[in-house]
């Protein structure tokens, strides 16, 4: 079905244009798998433009409803290591074995939606339209927000006030309350997911499966450098609403500085943050108060809801509810998408964070209710009372502040001496202190990672005594793909259990061989390409009276053999038989 003058790329009207003036999109541009072609028709009203974006749940396509005649954007359930597509056929290829996880993901999604749509009145979502099934697979459609991701406003804008963020974010933060609410935990909270309209408000979008974002899952997992919480990088780490909390936490502390975060992996050796002297000394303390508690990397110290995180963004003196005993069991709550991922953190009331507000206000409770002046003390007078108790509150808060701050290092700066530069630390001194009757530390020998292959060191028992986790992979022509090239801490030195090691795996080189594909059917020839490092681009089609229809005739523009990089598209030709 066509429509005359839409452009696919920004569904703007193009006119008889065979490049749209607006976005670049050239019409007839060839379809990629596994994603829809440009223009094809779902439900009989929804046209799909181009992909957008994709991540190892789905892909998200610009489009066009004829029925309003507005932009939408259509979200499609495709994960590409679960099934696939091929040329000419819009219906899912489920991989073989792979139809129960496909199934189940698919349950999810769906769910997912449902419960999107139930939020769709609150300012900071994007509205659900529609949702339904079709072509094996599942169709969620929203309404198209205009305007730019957060991260783009901040590159170009470098940073914001508190002024200017307090109005923007809070909003959010509520919205995402509600979510969670509802059991729907986002675990994709970034500056890219995150749109400012035109009108200045800020919609989150990117609501899905869980295990999109997480390691160690049947889908690819989509990480956010600096965003992306550490309970996120392993199968182990107790995930929940927390996880949304230190991401949030990571974007206002991005849009403050206009600097992002070190990734959470890094920051499990070396947890504190430094802020720029110009933004720390314009910034509350309790905003930087509570941006420390909801940045720690441990979940039993972090802020643990994003009502919490509100209120220590509003209230300059954070409250905190009296300390309760800690269940033996943590608690857990529903979900939207089933029970996987709401267990409670062991979270205490105890920890350095909210031990100093419930031990002061202990204090001036015990202080109203027992102190009985001696009679030759002199009275207290009202005025003299109210100076007393107020620098008793600032000296409270300066100390609440002064432990929380322990995460995010504010440069100290001296006011009769010019700006000698935005990263100036202070110094930090730790005692080591003389209890003869503690225990001595157990160290452990640091093995030698470098040059094993990362299957046979992860989760390896071998390895239980240092937490082993993977920190980036890089193209390399030294190791083979999938071997370590190398690790944070030094093999030979020796440390405590459980201390953090990253690794450095290989993705191979980045030069690949191209193989011979021809004669294999295009299913087999995807599969071979991806095992390859490669992926099967535009497949142009002929008639043949030598190759069998749906069969590959041969390569366009290189022939099988040859070194290519890696991630590179190859196009094909495909037979369509013998012409009759």
């Known amino acids: 079905m066509e429509f005359k003058g839409l452009c696919l790329g920004c569904m703007n009207n193009k006119g008889d244009a065979m490049q749209c003036p607006k976005c670049g999109y050239v019409e007839g541009t060839p379809q990629v798998l596994p994603y829809l072609e440009p223009g094809t028709l779902l439900k009989e009203k929804y046209i799909v433009g181009k992909h957008l974006s994709a991540n190892g749940e789905g892909v998200t396509y610009i489009g066009f409803d004829v029925t309003t005649n507005k932009k939408i954007t259509v979200r499609e359930y495709l994960p590409k290591t679960l099934c696939s597509r091929v040329k000419d056929d819009d219906n899912i290829i489920i991989a073989s074995g792979n139809k129960l996880v496909y199934q189940d993901y698919l349950q999810d999604f769906m769910e997912i939606g449902r419960a999107l749509a139930k939020l769709s009145s609150l300012p900071s979502i994007v509205p659900v339209i529609d949702m339904f099934e079709a072509n094996k697979t599942a169709y969620i459609v929203y309404e198209f927000v205009d305007g730019k991701p957060l991260d783009e406003i901040i590159k170009r804008a470098r940073r914001f006030t508190w002024e200017e963020a307090r109005p923007l974010f809070l909003p959010l933060i ?5 979510a969670h609410a509802i059991g729907l935990v986002h675990f994709g909270i970034s500056p890219e997911n995150i749109i400012m309209t035109r009108s200045g408000t800020l919609k989150l979008q990117g609501f899905g499966s869980p295990d999109a974002h997480l390691a160690e ?20 780490g107790k995930k929940g609403k927390w996880t949304d909390v230190y991401a949030m936490c990571a974007v206002i502390f991005y849009a403050l500085t206009g600097k992002r975060p070190p990734d959470a992996v890094s920051r499990s050796y070396e947890p504190r943050l430094n802020m720029p002297s110009d933004v720390a000394q314009n910034i509350p303390t309790h905003v930087v108060t509570a941006l420390a508690g909801g940045l720690q990397v441990n979940i039993e110290t972090r802020t643990h809801s994003m009502e919490e995180l509100k209120n220590q963004f509003t209230n300059p003196v954070p409250r905190r509810p009296e300390p309760k005993p800690v269940p033996a069991t943590a608690p857990t ?12 953190p062991p979270y205490q009331d105890s920890n350095a964070r909210s031990a100093v507000p419930a031990a002061s206000a202990q204090m001036n409770r015990s202080t109203a209710r027992d102190y009985e002046p001696d009679d030759d003390e002199p009275e207290i007078s009202p005025y003299k009372y109210g100076i007393i108790s107020g620098l008793i509150g600032f000296v409270v808060l300066g100390v609440i502040a002064l432990i929380c701050l322990n995460l995010i290092v504010i440069p100290m700066m001296n006011k009769n001496k010019e700006d000698e530069g935005d990263d100036v630390s202070s110094s930090y001194v730790e005692s080591e202190g003389d209890n003869t009757d503690s225990q001595p530390t157990v160290l452990y020998r640091v093995p030698n990672l470098v040059n094993k292959k990362w299957s046979s060191v992860d989760g390896n028992e071998k390895y239980s005594n240092f937490y082993i986790r993977l920190k980036e992979e890089v193209y390399d022509e030294n190791y083979e793909e999938g071997r370590i090239i190398s690790q944070t801490v030094e093999a030979g030195s020796t440390v405590p259990q459980n201390t953090p090691i990253g690794v450095v795996v290989s993705k191979g080189s980045k030069m690949r061989t191209v193989p011979n594909i021809i004669g294999k059917t295009v299913s087999e020839a995807s599969k071979e390409l991806e095992s390859a490092g490669l992926a099967l681009g535009d497949q142009a089609e002929e008639y043949s009276d030598d190759v069998e229809s749906g069969k590959i005739i041969r390569l366009n523009g290189i022939e099988p053999g040859k070194k290519i990089q890696a991630g590179s598209m190859i196009n094909v030709v495909v037979s369509l038989g013998p012409e009759d």
Not at 174 to 178: A, E, G, L, V
Request: glycine content about 6%; charged content about 25%.
């Open 333 to 344: 709550s529903s979900s939207a998408y089933g029970d996987r991922f709401v267990d409670e």
């Open 174 to 178: 509520s919205t995402i309350n509600s």
């Open 217 to 236: 899952t049947e889908l690819t997992a989509e990480f956010y450098e600096g965003f992306s919480a550490i309970e996120q990088y392993s199968l182990e």
